[in-house]
């Protein structure tokens, strides 16, 4: 049963900011769900259950064994892009990428599982082709402004490469980002409607109003 009550889920999810803030992040993040088209009762239902936590614990789990400390990190067929990311050092290394991998022999849509299986893509979101050469996986973090700041970086490297596919997976930064963790589980419960980015880029686009610059 996905349905609780509000009490059970603030229980379970304490640690999510559940039952609203004073700086308006709980009326500010339902905008941003109707603004993606949300069916915002099924979706207030899913964030009072333990599962979109239980993923994003997933997430974060994977992450650490990665090596990742900080938001954004991001790994190119496998490889953490060490540089300070800009769309130029994601540009080179998605080319080195693309040419390992078409001169590997392995068919392009088996050929990231084959050779990153310690970084699955598992049911994570996805933005373009399946069998593409090269996948960009990011650990982001929804109320990190340097996430924020990537976002019409790798809406342009998308566009300029029809052989990348762009993964998200959360890595809430709890410790210095207070609501980030309750937004990645409003985003894994928007995955559920498979209205994931449109969620995505609502809140990155409003981060000013639902994060209140925290």
């Known amino acids: 049963m996905r349905a609780a009550s509000a009490t059970i889920a603030c229980s379970i999810l304490a640690l999510a900011g559940c039952g609203g803030s004073s700086n308006g992040f709980e009326p500010a993040l339902l905008a941003a769900a109707e603004e993606a088209g949300l069916d915002v009762l099924t979706w207030q239902a899913c964030r009072q259950t333990a599962a979109p936590a239980a993923r994003v614990a997933a997430d974060v789990g994977l992450g650490a064994q990665a090596g990742v400390h900080g938001t954004p ?105 207070p609501h980030a963790l309750a937004a990645a589980i409003a985003a894994e419960c928007a995955l559920d409607q498979r209205k994931f980015w449109e969620l995505h880029d609502a809140i990155y686009a409003n981060q000013g109003a639902i994060f209140g610059g925290d």
Not at 87 to 105: F, K, Y
Not at 120 to 126: E, H, Y
């Open 73 to 177: 990190t991001f790994f190119v067929n496998g490889d953490q892009v060490q540089a300070r990311w800009s769309l130029e050092v994601l540009q080179s290394a998605v080319d080195a990428a693309r040419a390992t991998a078409q001169a590997s022999g392995i068919p392009a849509a088996q050929y990231y599982a084959d050779s990153v299986p310690k970084l699955p893509v598992g049911g994570s979101p996805v933005r373009g082709p399946s069998d593409a050469w090269v996948t960009v996986l990011e650990f982001g973090d929804f109320e990190c402004p340097f996430c924020g700041e990537a976002e019409p970086i790798l809406k342009q490297l998308l566009h300029d490469n029809t052989s990348v596919r762009l993964v998200f997976k959360n890595f809430p930064l709890e410790s210095i980002h």
